[in-house]
Each structure stands twice: as structure tokens, then as C-alpha cells.
């Protein structure tokens, strides 16, 4: 659909979870922003296991809490249209829960907890971190930086297709 | 982004007193600032800064770009600005357009939502067929039915237009009709219908010649879809290189699917992609372990024995039942089984043989994804060989059909020459009065036979999986539903449970289904009308039925990284379907008494009729020194150089990281030595 048509439904979203709050009229720009606990209610983040760490890769002040500007950003970076290269950028802030531009074992630990659960037992939790960095960790320092995630997802089939996309 | 020159050129703006260089200056400046809009939308900065650079950059753009001309050409170059823009703008709301036209978006992304995307890829898949057969439906309906319904000899008027006198009294039967006989046959539904008359009407249009290129075109049209499908798949996916090497990683990055917007099915992808992990860390520590390699080596041999000698008792029994369907129609007073028996045959084939397949790869002991490729390519070699063996069947009566037409032609002559004479006798006139066309023997019309079979055999397909749809899905999960209530066991969580929708199964079914009617549509026009109608009910039903019948995958496995083997698959399908097509207008003479091409030696004869008749005399030349085998070949053997060099190409433009990895091991390997 047209930019200026996608733009308006996603203002519609950002209205109705805050009618209250969040004016029709944008011309002013006004200084709103929305907490994490409404936006990670919408119906299309409520079921992803990683809704929180997305909201706060997107939020200016890393608390999570974003403005209307945020949100289109966080829409349009995991939409269709987005490039390969944007969604990888954004992937690798999402999945490095420390923040500190690497991913190490601790984010792997929590990535994986979250994808299964929990229900797996902490030997097989070491080993499959254990394998990844094995697998992706091209310059041997023991966690992924960058290079690392951006060589290993650019040859994932699954990542433009359905893995970090929204359709909206 | 700074700009010295900026202010000076607001302030004193005078095209006069640019001089050369700075002309150069203000245009690198605006390409730059081009540059930047065009490649905004990858930069990872804060959507607050991207709409301030945005703004600014289009703002410089706009001022001095229509100035970028010199003189007189400045109003040229500003012209060409505006048309350039209009066309981009005007580009980009027709793309919208088409968006907005795509049929089924919004059912398709309900089932996304609760099943997933590989479910839902196969009612993409569904959708895309839906366009490619209405396009080719357009084609003959638009090109040969219609010209001849409007402008050709009406029914009744010519032997090969009217039911015979004989089968006269049943022709309205429903019975009859279903067979595909009776008004049904002499329609314009089938090749015999059609007139060889070289022009009709008042347009003068060539309808025979009309007939074979729309021929030709619906599988020129088709493999040019199919590439070019292809050709964006593989853009869209990865080279199929490196397999392993990313196990975990990718489990571990991938696996959730952004779409799932519905709690249970989120349960289920949790389970899912905890057991993926659970089984990839058995198979890391299977892998140190020994094996018996002999007796796995020697169960594997087995079972494909065991296939080859299931797919060989297929093809006999297919091939024994044809044979005896021919000997039925010779009878009369044949019973409804009878007369159906070779679709029934085939279609309990195809739903019985590929569960024995599974239980019979129950020894080989591969990998699931593996197995999965093997178990699919012994379906596909199943399809083949039934098809395969029904059309030589179908060839042993073409045959005979051909030598009866001798037979039935001196029996025309001998009755004509009869009516001649009593009529002669009776009255004095020069001309005898003409044979009612329903008394006129016929020959047996091999190309309608043909047609009929395959309109059949894609009847009773859509009708065996409509049924079974009914049954295996709608009807269990009703019983599941409601005898679960007074049942010893629960029913629900043991056998039988509800259905999971057959992924594989089904884009096997639809591209199976789309090489009959590649093959059949030639001899019956109508039969892909059929088939559209089939597809757009499909459409509805197989919706309704995944959504009120099915439950999500436990396991997801696919069979490939991206869409093209099932692309490649129909691509194959598609070359397959063309060789016995081909294979009879080259080699077979056409029926002397029905189709557009009665009368001529082969059916290819049209073309040359048509350019020696139709086109000035030069041009005949030209095509009969082409039509040299010394020219030919060397065409057809650059055309297959060239598609050879599609994937090629394609696996060029992949990201070149592979190189990237490549040096970085090399340097790892470089320092462990150095160590």
C-alpha cells in the first residue's frame, strides 16, 4: 500500500491504544510518547518472545517507552520493504540484551530461555551456546560482534521470510 | 553535508554568472544530495534525523536542479526533470494499484497468522497458479473458442459438429454427459469441433493457424512464468551451499516466526522449537558415536528395492487396466466401474502408494529433511510413471484408431457413392441432395479421444481430493469433536486426532495436476477453464477446511531452503508435458474428418501453408532456408547455453561473504601455525 496509507493506519494503531493520550493532529509535533506495557500488547507483538527487547531497540531512551516517530520506525524496519542489511543492524540490538554492541554467552543464554521457555536443561543450555559461538565467532574473541552476526545471518534462508517481519 | 557555495548562490542567483566550474560543483553537490534520499531508507539513524536530512536534502534538490541547464537547454533539461518525476510518481501509483488488486491478501494472512508461513506459502503458491492459468485461460478462450463459436459453421451443420444418428436417443443423459460424450463431445470444448477451414468470417482469421500457435504459446507463455519465478526466488534465498555450518546459530535466530499472532499456535512453535533443539543436540552427540554401517547400507538397499519393485506393480497395473478399458468400450451394456475403472485405478494410487512409501523408508534411518527429499522424489517418480504408462496406453489406441481410418473412409465412399445412385435415381437433378450430416459415418477422431480421457482423469482428480479433504479432514475432526465426549481413550491428543495440513502433498497434487492440463489442453480447449474453476474453488474450500479442520505443525520441516524446488519440480513437469504434445503433432497425422488440421499430412503442415499463402513470396524463402537442421541445431544449442547460465549468474549476485569467510579462516589457520 502507499507510504501516506500505511503511515495513516499506523497512526490509527498508535491512536487507539491511547486515545487519550496521543493526539489526532500530528502537525505540531507533539512531544508523546506511549509506555512498553501498551505497545507490547499489540496483537502482532503479543505472542513474539522477544516483544520487550524490541520495543527497547526502538525506544530513544532505551526504556522503551516510544513516540510515533519510533513506532513508524519500528514498523518499517521489520516490514517487507526493508533491507537486508536495516533488519540485520536491528536484529543484532534486539538480540544483544546487554547493550554493550556484542553479543556474548549471557545474551545467547537468554535468547535461548526465551525461545524454549526455559524447558531446557542448563548442559544443554551451555552446549548450544556453546556450538554458536563455535559457529559464528569469526574473529575468536569468545562473543559475536557485528561481522560475526551479519556474516552468519546474510546466508539464513529463513531470515527475510518470515524470521523478524511484521505484516501489517 | 556542508556547503560553502550555498549562501553565495541564494543570495545572487544569476544563471548568467555561474561560471563552468562551479555548474560542476552545484551538480556533483546535487547528485550527492540524490544519492543520499535514494539510499536513505538503509541508513540505521533515528526516523527524527532521517526526516531532517530528508527534508533538507529535497529542498537543495528542488532549488538548483531545474538551474543545472545552460541556456537555452536549461528549459529542455527542467522539462525532462518534471516528465522524469511524473513518470516515477506515476510508476509508483500503479505498483500500489496492482498491490491493492491481488486477490485473497487478507484470507491468506489469516492463515499465516494461525498456521504459519509454510502453510501459508502454499496458498501463495495456489493464488500464483490461480493468475497463470486464468492468463492462458484468456489466451484460448479469447483466440480459437471464441472465433469459432462466433464466426464458425454452427452446430449441426458438418459431420464432425453433430452427434450421430446413432447415439442421438442418450446424447442428453446425464450419464452421458459426464463421460464426456454425447453434446458434450461435439463442442467446442474439444479438437474435433473445430473447422479446418483456413479462413472464417468476415475477418478473414486464420483459425487453424490461430489454433497451433495459441498451442505453443501456452507452453512458451508458461515456461517464461516459471523462470522467471524462479529467477526471483533465488534472488530472494541464499545459494544452497553452505548447509551446515550454521546449524545453532540459525536455530537459534531464525526459528521464531514474526507472524504467528495466536497463542496456541505460539505454544506450539515454542514446543517445536524446543524439540528442534533437543534433537539437533542428540544428533551433535550421535555423530561421534560408531555405527553399523553394513546393516544400515543393506536396509537402505532394501527398501529401494522394495520401492522400485512398488513402483513397477504401479505401472503394470495401470498399463493392464487401460488395455482392458479399451476392450469395455467395444461392449455394450458396460457398468458405471467399468467404464471409470482406469481414473479410479490411478487415483487409488496416488492415495495409497505414498503412505507405503513412508512405511517402507521406516528402515532407511535418515535424517528427517533427508528423508523427507527422498520421499518426495518417489512420489514424483510415482505421478511419472503412472502418467507415463497411461499415455502409452493411450498411444496403442491412437494407433488403432489411425488404422481404423482407412477402414471407415472406404466406407464413406462406398455409402456415398450408394446414396448417389438411389437418390439419382429418383430425381433428375445433376446434384444429389447432401447427407444429413448426423448420418455421415465418422472416422474415430483420435485427438478428441485423447482430450476426453484427460478431461477425465482432471475430473476425477479434483473430485478424489475434494473428497478426501471432506473426509480426512472436515469429517475426522467432527468425529474427533463430538465422539470424544462418550469414547474410551481421548481422542484428541491419541489417534486419530485432528489433521495437520499435508504441505507436500498438496504443491505435489497441484503441480501434478498442472502437467495434465499442459498435456491435455491442446487436444481439449475447455479443459483449462476446468481447471480454473478448480483452482479458484480451491481456493475457498481448502481455506475453510485448513481453518476449521486443521491444527498447526508439531515439527516443521521443509523440503527445501526457498520456493524453487517446487518451482524447479514444475519446471521439470512442464518440459515433460511438452514431449508427448510435441511428440504427436510432429509425428502423428491429424484425423481426416475432425479438428483444424483434418486433410493436411502433419499437423506442423499449417505453418507452412500459411506463409506460402499469406506472405509475400520472399519470406517463404527466408523459413525454407532456415528450416535447415544445419541452422536449427546450433540455435536450439545456444538457446540451452544460455539458460544454462541463468543460475550461474544468479549465484554470482549472492552476498560475497563466502569470500570473507574464506580469508578470515585462512588468517585463523595462518595464526594457529604462527603459534
Known amino acids: 500500500m502507499t507510504v501516506f496509507l500505511l503511515v495513516y493506519r499506523l497512526h490509527g494503531r498508535y491512536h487507539e491504544m491511547a486515545p487519550n493520550v496521543v493526539p489526532m493532529d500530528y502537525t505540531k509535533d507533539p512531544d508523546v510518547k506511549l509506555p512498553m506495557q501498551l505497545i507490547i500488547n499489540m496483537p502482532e507483538l503479543k505472542e513474539n518472545p522477544f516483544k520487550e527487547r524490541i520495543v527497547e531497540s526502538f525506544s530513544e531512551d532505551g526504556e522503551g517507552s516510544l513516540s510515533f516517530n519510533d513506532f513508524v520506525d519500528m514498523f518499517s524496519v521489520l516490514s517487507e520493504m526493508a533491507p537486508r542489511e536495516l533488519k540485520a543492524i536491528y536484529a543484532f540490538k534486539i538480540y544483544d540484551f546487554n547493550t554493550d554492541n556484542f553479543i556474548c554467552k549471557a545474551d545467547l543464554e537468554k535468547t535461548l530461555n526465551k525461545l524454549t521457555r526455559e524447558e531446557l ?40 521470510s518470515f524470521s523478524f517481519m511484521f505484516h501489517i | 553535508e556542508n556547503c560553502p557555495r550555498q549562501n553565495r548562490s541564494s543570495n545572487s542567483f544569476d544563471e548568467e554568472s555561474l561560471s563552468e566550474e562551479e555548474l560542476a560543483m552545484l551538480m556533483e553537490q546535487v547528485e550527492q544530495r540524490k544519492k543520499l534520499i535514494s539510499t536513505m531508507r538503509n541508513k540505521p539513524w533515528r526516523m527524527v534525523k532521517k526526516l531532517s536530512v530528508l527534508r533538507e536534502a529535497q529542498a537543495f534538490v528542488e532549488k538548483f536542479e531545474g538551474a543545472l541547464g545552460k541556456g537555452k537547454g536549461k528549459k529542455l533539461y527542467a522539462y525532462k526533470m518534471m516528465m522524469a518525476k511524473k513518470w516515477v510518481k506515476f510508476k509508483r501509483d500503479f505498483d500500489n494499484f ?53 464466426m464458425g459453421m454452427p452446430y449441426g451443420s458438418m459431420p464432425r459438429k453433430t452427434v450421430p444418428r446413432a447415439e442421438q436417443a442418450t446424447a442428453m443423459d446425464f450419464s452421458v454427459l459426464w463421460d464426456f460424450e454425447g453434446y458434450i463431445k461435439y463442442s467446442a470444448l474439444f479438437y474435433g469441433y473445430y473447422n479446418n477451414q483456413r479462413t472464417i468470417g468476415w475477418l478473414k482469421y486464420r483459425l487453424p493457424m490461430a489454433y497451433f500457435m495459441v498451442g505453443i504459446s501456452v507452453f512458451g507463455y508458461s515456461l517464461m512464468v516459471v523462470i522467471r519465478s524462479m529467477a526471483r526466488n533465488a534472488n530472494q534465498s541464499t545459494a544452497d551451499g553452505d548447509d551446515d555450518n550454521f546449524i545453532f546459530s540459525w536455530k537459534m535466530f531464525t526459528s521464531w516466526d514474526y507472524l504467528i499472532g495466536n497463542p496456541e499456535t505460539a505454544d506450539n512453535k515454542f514446543a517445536s522449537i524446543t524439540t528442534g533443539f533437543k534433537e539437533s543436540i542428540v544428533d551433535e552427540q550421535e555423530s561421534n558415536k560408531d555405527e553399523n554401517i553394513h546393516l544400515r547400507r543393506f536396509l537402505r538397499v532394501l527398501a529401494n528395492v522394495l520401492i522400485i519393485c512398488c513402483l513397477c506393480g504401479s505401472g503394470y497395473l495401470i498399463y493392464f487396466v487401460v488395455k482392458r478399458s479399451q476392450t469395455f468400450s467395444k461392449m455394450q451394456n458396460v457398468g458405471w466401474y467399468e467404464r471409470n475403472e482406469v481414473e479410479i485405478v490411478m487415483s487409488l494410487l496416488g492415495m495409497f502408494c505414498p503412505p507405503l512409501f513412508e512405511t517402507i523408508a521406516a528402515l532407511e534411518n535418515y535424517h528427517p529433511r533427508i528423508g523427507l527429499k527422498w520421499q518426495l522424489g518417489r512420489i514424483f517418480a510415482l505421478f511419472l510413471g503412472n502418467l507415463y504408462t497411461f499415455l502409452l496406453a493411450l498411444m496403442d489406441d491412437v494407433n488403432e484408431k489411425l488404422a481404423e481410418e482407412d477402414v471407415v473412409k472406404n466406407i464413406t465412399r462406398w455409402m456415398l457413392l450408394g446414396h448417389h445412385n438411389s437418390s439419382m435415381g429418383n430425381s433428375s437433378a445433376d446434384t444429389p441432395p447432401p447427407l444429413d450430416p448426423a448420418d455421415v459415418p465418422r472416422g474415430p477422431c483420435w485427438e478428441t479421444t485423447v482430450g476426453i480421457e484427460f478431461v477425465r482423469l482432471t475430473v ?9 479433504i471432506l473426509v480426512g479432514d472436515f469429517i475426522r475432526a467432527c468425529f474427533v469433536r463430538f465422539v470424544n465426549y462418550c469414547w474410551c481413550w481421548d481422542l484428541e491428543a491419541g489417534f486419530p486426532s485432528y489433521a495437520e495440513f499435508d504441505i507436500s502433498g498438496n504443491v505435489l ?58 518451482m524447479g519440480l514444475l519446471l521439470l513437469i512442464l518440459f515433460l508435458s511438452l514431449l508427448p504434445v510435441a511428440y504427436t503433432i510432429m509425428s502423428l497425422p491429424p484425423s481426416f474428418d475432425c479438428g483444424p488440421f483434418s486433410g493436411k499430412k502433419r499437423m506442423y503442415e499449417v505453418i507452412q501453408e500459411t506463409i506460402e499463402l499469406d506472405f509475400p513470396l520472399f519470406i517463404a524463402k527466408i523459413f525454407s532456408y532456415m528450416a535447415n537442421p544445419g541452422l536449427i541445431i546450433p540455435a536450439i544449442l545456444l538457446m540451452v547455453n544460455s539458460l544454462r547460465k541463468i543460475p550461474i549468474k544468479l549465484k554470482i549476485n549472492q552476498h560475497p561473504s563466502t569470500c570473507l569467510k574464506l580469508l578470515t579462516h585462512v588468517n585463523l589457520n595462518k595464526n594457529d601455525q604462527l603459534l
Not at chain 2, 113 to 132: D, E, K, Q
Not at chain 2, 460 to 468: E, H
Request: negative net charge; aromatic residues 14%.
Open chain 1, 121 to 160: 536443561t542448563a548442559e544443554e543450555i551451555t552446549l548450544v551456546c556453546e556450538k554458536v559461538i563455535e559457529e559464528a565467532d569469526m574473529d575468536g574473541d569468545g562473543k559475536l560482534g557485528f561481522a560475526d552476526f551479519e556474516n552468519m545471518i546474510s546466508k539464513a534462508p529463513d531470515f527475510l
Open chain 2, 509 to 566: 497434487g497441484l503441480v501434478f495436476n498442472q502437467g495434465m492440463i499442459w498435456m491435455g489442453s491442446f487436444y481439449a480447449p475447455g479443459l483449462v477453464g476446468i481447471n480454473v474453476l478448480r483452482l479458484l474453488t480451491s481456493m475457498y474450500f481448502q481455506c475453510w477446511a485448513v481453518m476449521s479442520s486443521n491444527v498447526p505443525h508439531e515439527r516443521v520441516f521443509k523440503a527445501s531452503k526457498s520456493n524453487n524446488f517446487y
Open chain 2, 98 to 150: 496492482k498491490t491493492q488488486c491481488i486477490p485473497w491478501e487478507m484470507k491468506i494472512k489469516e492463515v499465516e497468522s494461525h498456521f504459519g508461513s509454510s502453510v501459508a506459502s502454499y496458498f501463495i503458491f495456489l493464488r500464483w497458479m490461480y493468475g497463470v492459468n486464468l492468463v492462458l485461460f484468456g489466451l484460448i478462450f479469447g483466440l480459437v473458442i471464441i472465433p469459432e463459436i462466433l
Open chain 2, 460 to 468: 476425477s482428480d479434483i473430485l478424489v481430493t475434494y473428497v478426501t
